[in-house]
């Protein structure tokens, strides 16, 4: 997916119209999902897997149950620190209201179906693909193998 970079008012009135499967203002800046970008990625077949906080996951879920949650945990506060401030995308002042943020965060991940501990990347990122390869072979993900089998079943073959 891309991003948009537009005014103030037309995402507001973008948000309005239901545009977004999910948006927040964060830290003065609005972020949202377009629904049509994620719908389309999914009838393709793909994944969708979307950097979110904590609202916007919450959105998701809440619009799409079957939504899979993962929280992705640094393994510290003082790591978080380190990786925020050498993005050096943030100020100083910004860096400190997203560092208090970062209790509440913590709590909320209770609430996500997976939490990935973000220390070794290599590692996080083959706990990343378990969960994918899981959730994809969920039985209510698979239905449709068991109504093919069924509809292809003896006597129901392909002809020759």
Same mark, same amino acid.
Request: proline letters at 3%; aromatic letters at 10%.
């Given at each position: 997916?891309?991003?948009?970079?537009?005014?103030?008012?037309?995402?507001? =009135?973008?948000?309005?119209?239901?545009?977004?499967l999910?948006?927040? /203002?964060?830290?003065?800046?609005?972020?949202g999902? !377009?629904?049509?970008?994620? =719908? $389309?990625?999914?009838?393709?077949g793909?994944?969708?897997?979307?950097?979110?906080?904590?609202?916007?996951?919450?959105?998701? +879920? =809440?619009?799409? !149950?079957?939504?899979?949650?993962?929280?992705?945990? !640094? !393994?510290?506060?003082?790591?978080?620190? =380190?990786?925020? $401030?050498?993005?050096?995308?943030?100020?100083?002042? /910004?860096?400190?209201?997203?560092?208090?943020?970062?209790?509440?965060?913590? +709590?909320?991940?209770?609430?996500?179906?997976?939490?990935?501990?973000?220390?070794?990347?290599? /590692?996080?990122g083959?706990?990343?693909?378990?969960?994918?390869t899981a /959730?994809?072979?969920?039985?209510?993900?698979?239905?449709?193998?068991?109504?093919?089998?069924?509809?292809?079943?003896?006597?129901?073959?392909?002809?020759?």
């Open positions: 997916m891309h991003y948009f970079f537009w005014s103030r008012e037309r995402f507001l =009135e973008a948000a309005g119209r239901g545009y977004f999910e948006w927040a /203002e964060v830290y003065g800046n609005y972020y999902t !377009p629904v049509a970008e994620v =719908e $389309s990625a999914l009838k393709a793909s994944d969708v897997l979307l950097d979110l906080d904590i609202r916007g996951a919450r959105q998701v +879920k =809440e619009k799409v !149950p079957d939504a899979v949650l993962i929280f992705i945990l !640094p !393994p510290s506060l003082d790591a978080l620190h =380190e990786r925020i $401030s050498r993005r050096g995308t943030e100020t100083e002042q /910004e860096r400190r209201l997203r560092l208090e943020a970062a209790s509440g965060f913590l +709590k909320a991940a209770r609430d996500f179906d997976y939490i990935v501990l973000n220390d070794i990347l290599e /590692e996080a083959r706990v990343l693909d378990a969960i994918i /959730e994809r072979c969920r039985t209510s993900r698979q239905l449709h193998l068991i109504d093919d089998l069924m509809r292809t079943g003896p006597g129901r073959g392909k002809e020759e």
